[in-house]
């Protein structure tokens, strides 16, 4: 950001315009404080204020605001404009960059995104199994003081064996960072049927994590597209192939903590909707501030979907993906 005072071409400019620009340039060009001002030229503090205001007015003083390298103000603006975003941040990529440093960038603007804007007080869900969030776990620092109260999982983390320590990472590594307590979801995150869905939700742990996801202010969510990643595949925690045939059938595009959705945003409902231990749609939505992360070329469908159903707030992607986005 630039203050420019600009040079006084008033016509018959009156000892007021003229006093205007000398504390002007005296303030944002020469770093002189206020205070010094007033004394040099004899006038009040208040005055030496009341005058730089009116400087700004007048326009003698113009503020331009020069965007750093990697910065892409202008994208984020418009894609905020075109989707309704609270907030959009955009990381650099190079051109030749594939979907691993795709996600490697997109884990690291969100990790500096949320270490400026926690409160202290958020309680955070984040959801099991994305491996975005997971790269923007490890590329977090410890915050003092805390971020957070808790972080909650938003899906069941139980998996595989050799799966599970990344749905621990994320939840435990996350809480420790900035300094929360972690609340876990001991299930798993697609069961056999819906009365095996029912039963667990009747236990007493599940019942008490229900009431935390009631409670938060944040989430923090992979955009996830229908076909699985390696991780989640091998978790045990994907719908089988015929079922995402199905899906995929039904207009479904991606999934938000397992919740399907169409391109029109809209929920896919039903027989595998009923087999999920997850937070609900509706307490999802109800979230004040719901982050997404996703990039790349597989994932814009899904993207596009989260954004058409208001699924997000915020949305953390990168450039050449914003820029399809908004083309």
């Known amino acids: 950001m630039e203050t420019r005072v600009t040079p006084t071409s008033f016509p018959q400019a009156d000892g007021q315009t003229r006093l205007m620009t000398k504390i002007a340039r005296m303030y944002h060009e020469h770093g002189i404080r206020q205070a010094e001002i007033a004394t040099t030229l004899s006038i009040s503090q208040a005055k030496v204020s009341r005058l730089l205001k009116r400087a700004e007015k007048a326009g003698i003083i113009r503020t331009i605001v020069t965007s750093a390298p990697g910065v892409y103000g202008e994208l984020e603006d418009a894609l905020e404009s075109r989707f309704g975003l609270k907030e959009a941040v955009i990381v650099d990529v190079d051109d030749d960059a594939d979907e691993g440093d795709v996600l490697a960038a997109i884990g690291a603007g969100a990790a500096g995104y949320l270490e400026a804007s926690f409160s202290g007080n958020d309680r955070v869900g984040v959801s099991s199994w994305s491996q975005t969030v997971l790269a923007m776990v490890d590329r977090m620092r410890p915050l003092n003081p805390r971020g957070a109260v808790e972080v909650v999982q938003l899906l069941g983390g139980l998996g595989a ?78 719908f089988a192939s015929d079922e995402r045939k199905q899906l995929i059938d039904s207009g479904a595009v991606g999934d938000i903590c397992h919740r399907i959705f169409r391109a029109d945003g809209s929920p896919v409902e039903g027989d595998l909707d009923d087999r999920i231990i997850a937070i609900p749609t509706d307490a999802i939505m109800r979230i004040p501030r719901r982050v997404g992360l996703a990039g790349g070329p597989r994932k814009i469908p899904a993207i596009r979907g989260a954004l058409a159903g208001g699924w997000i707030t915020t949305l953390i992607t990168d450039v050449r993906t914003a820029e399809t986005l908004v083309g």
């Open 161 to 238: 064996p050799d799966a599970q320590s990344h749905s621990n990472r994320i939840l435990g590594e996350l809480a420790r960072m900035i300094g929360a307590d972690p609340v876990y979801v001991s299930a798993p995150g697609v069961v056999a049927d819906t009365a095996m869905r029912d039963s667990l939700l009747r236990d007493v742990s599940m019942q008490e994590v229900a009431k935390h996801w009631q409670e938060l202010t944040v989430a923090i969510m992979g955009i996830g597209s229908i076909e699985p990643s390696d991780v989640l595949e091998t978790s045990g925690n994907a």
